[in-house]
């Protein structure tokens, strides 16, 4: 699969990246809020934003043993219920949502993590799917989200090889003809020595699919780097203030950051342009500063070309320097030449 199209934005290697700017619990509760965040993902040039469709009761059950408490990491202490019921979107402010996007011509979509939920995103008529690293190995989601024939984009963080064939082929068989993987490290934040993104390359070329990074580290130099090694699609945590006590701020951009993000990885895909050796339209103008072969004295008719009289320099307008040593002794102006001149064809011969 080398491309996927998701209202008709199509997404390859042959077109700028696709930056999703993810909200996920970023609205901290306030659907006002969330609805600015689809102002600021436009105004900084993201081509989606995503959102995530669950509930807590989706998602687990409110319960205090310790199977079901967060120990270490940015969330530790809480338990899944109560994180989930603190991050969730609410299901009603999906439409306001949706309809929000539709008039900014923002392209919207979801992960959804149960089953419920992906009937009730086919009610809003989402364009496509992410499934989110924890969910790569929920067989049965991945099936029901399959055969809506929407395409889908899977995050691959904490898979093996082996769960990931998996999943790609549940998709692939329940109808799922646009699939795309990102390489993803489900740390939050991930230390940018630990983002192993050269990753993407091998998921490439192992799974013959589409690829980019759902990126969790600082900053965006992951993100960049990506691209300049073919990620395509690029996933990034966004929100107005890393201050604020979201459950994603801390690792989220701030709307200058996203802008920076959506501006450096296209610019990092306009340079990688096409492998070739054909001089291009910048250097035209500089091939004048090659070395040529000049007269550095007159040389009169008749003369005999010497290491005395002649020399590679700059600029370019002569004979070419692979030319000087069969010169040497072996050819005669042809005409008078003056100091300064460039060696051609026309104004020597040979012996």
Not at 30 to 49: P, S, Y
């Amino acid at each position: 699969m080398n491309k996927i199209t998701i209202n008709n934005r199509i997404i390859s290697s042959q077109h700028s990246p696709y930056i999703i700017a993810e909200v996920s619990g970023n609205h901290n509760g306030d659907l006002n809020k969330a609805l600015k965040l689809l102002e600021v993902a436009k105004q900084a040039g993201a081509d989606a934003v995503k959102i995530q469709t669950y509930t807590a009761d989706t998602m687990t059950i409110d319960h205090d043993s310790d199977d079901f408490l967060i120990k270490g990491g940015l969330w530790d202490g809480q338990k899944l219920y109560d994180l989930y019921q603190w991050a969730h979107t609410p299901w009603e402010w999906h439409q306001a949502l949706f309809a929000r996007a539709q008039e900014l011509e923002l392209t919207i979509f979801s992960s959804p993590f149960d089953e419920s939920a992906v009937d009730f995103l086919e009610s809003l008529n989402a364009p496509a799917y992410k499934i989110a690293s924890f969910e790569l190995t929920d067989i049965p989601l991945i099936e029901k989200v399959a055969q809506t024939g929407k395409p889908i984009i899977m995050s691959t963080g904490l898979a093996n090889q082996e769960e990931i064939r998996e999943a790609i082929d549940t998709a692939t068989k329940n109808g799922c003809k646009e699939l795309a993987l990102l390489h993803c490290i489900s740390a939050y934040p991930a230390p940018l020595e630990q983002a192993n993104v050269s990753t993407l390359v091998k998921l490439r070329d192992d799974f013959n699919t589409l690829v980019g990074l759902s990126d969790h580290t600082l900053g965006v130099t992951a993100s960049v780097t990506a691209v300049a090694l073919g990620a395509c699609i690029i996933e990034k945590h966004f929100t107005f203030d890393r201050n604020e006590p979201g459950p994603d701020s801390a690792f989220s951009l701030e709307p200058h950051e996203l802008k920076q993000l959506c501006e450096e990885t296209k610019a990092a895909w306009s340079a990688l342009g096409t492998p070739s050796y054909e001089l291009k339209q910048a250097e035209q103008e500089n091939l004048k500063f090659r070395r040529s072969i000049y007269a550095v004295k007159d040389i009169k008719k008749g003369e005999k070309i010497t290491v005395d009289n002649i020399k590679r320099i700059r600029p370019g307008y002569g004979l070419t320097p692979k030319h000087y040593k069969s010169l040497i002794e072996s050819y005669n102006a042809k005409e008078d030449i003056n100091r300064g001149t460039p060696l051609s064809w026309s104004n020597i011969t040979e012996e």
